[in-house]
């Protein structure tokens, strides 16, 4: 089945009129000592449109993430931000391409010596140095309200609960205003009415800021919610790309089996 | 040559009944591995130093968060210092007083504390307790960032991890030394006064007078300034082991430890190359 992105990358069109992917990766490899993890990986997310990607445990789906943000290097293979390619970009030019990219770590990665608000606020303090105190306090409190956290500015993040570390966490990725965002696992480890309300805020955030994202999950019912499209790996490849009702017509034996185990 | 003989004469399966088992590829495996890993580990710090140094002297420097460090660096160091340097200046008093007592030369004992204490013993002491209170406080805080994501975090905040958690401690470390070197002196010169005099009424003018004479720029000064290097042994070796760290809680308690032991370690042989320079250089 021809990809998005197989069918831009023959056409050249992004490349040509300015329109590339927000994320495009392409034949992507990574290995870990004698561990193949991805095996030759290509995707690619539009403004406004989001990719979820699903996949047994260990699959690489979070470490696919990584690599588009540059947190790992591919053994081989091209990631392209907005059509720029980051592999091997030094530290600092990196910087300034991840300021269009938000990221919610699986376990939130909140800071643990900071209070909620000032995890929200801490990179708006080194990348806005030219908002004031207070106009950067407004903005953090809109953050957190988004997220329905305004009521816990002061509180430290092992005060709160996982599903609440998540939204600040979201809050933080969303701090920069950001073009494409990165979720990873954003319901994993949470209960149902949990999972369904970080669904739901994340819908709103993509309706309201029109962000590309992509949504690792092996949450069949939270991808099938919030993606417009979802991609299944399985051995470092991905085996289907489409919409819910292609999987669902799909007559590849994992991704029936994967279907039916969801 | 049956497999089995080959493989038993390569070490790979155990040796054939009557057979001496030869240990040598083993030893010489893990001597190889060994090696590897120390010019491995080598190699890494010096990635890591370089991809620090660049990011210390590139804009946009992190002012706020060197002066908090230099502040958790130095004045929280200080009580430790000031103490340990006091206890030194009250012990070499006591010894020095009977030794020189024995050899006549009693009125040399301003002079043996205070040389004692500024050229070497202020330094020396005030780099290991540094390196066991920042050395493990580092290691163990960039560690336990480190195995929660933090540091990832920080750095897909689109902020350099190396500039904003490394170059300020190092930084620090490198400021507050020489610092915390000159309190721990005047504590051990403090201390050496009272316990001597305690002994034999002496004042602190005439001991002070009586232990400086003779005394120049050169003596003193480089000796002090000598921390400054330890105080980047410190830093570095603290940042590399917490930023490297893998592995949960015991990864976080290994590089702590490891932090410790690398840098006091590390300090030691320092000093013996720093002293040998400073004789040479300012003779």
New interface residues.
Partial sequence: MATAYDIAMKTGDFEEDGSAPAVAVENLHKSFESRVVLDGISLSVSRGETLAVLGRSGTGKSVLL?LI???EKPDSGSVRIHGQEIVGMA??RM?????K?G?L?Q?A????SLTVAENVA??LE??R?DMSKSERGDRVKHLLAEVGMEGDLDKMPSDISGGMQKRVGLA?ALA?EPEILLLDEPTAGLDPISSGEIDDLVLKLQREHQMASIVVTHDLHSAKTIADRLALLNEGKVIIEGSFAELQQSDIEFVQEFLKQS | MSNREFTSAAGLSPPLPGQRAVPMPSVLSSATGLAGGFFEWFGNLGIFSW?VAR?AV?P?FEWRELIRQMDDVGSKSLPLVALAGAAIGAVLSMEARSSLTRFGAKAMLPSAIIYSVVLEMGPIITGLVVSGRVGAGIGAELASMKV???I?????????P?RLLAATRILACILMLPLLTLAADACGVLMGWLTQTLAEPQSLRQFIDSGFRGATFNDLLPPTFKTAVFGLIIGLIACFQGMRTRGGAEGVGRAATNSVVLASLLVILADVVLVKFILVVFP
């Fill in positions: 990584r943000i540059g947190l530290l600092d910087g300034e391409i991840r300021k990219m990221f770590f376990h990665a909140l800071y643990d801490f990179s080194h990348h140095r933080r920069l | 991809q990011a590139t946009p929660t994501e933090q990832d975090a920080i750095e897909a905040s689109a902020i350099n190396y």
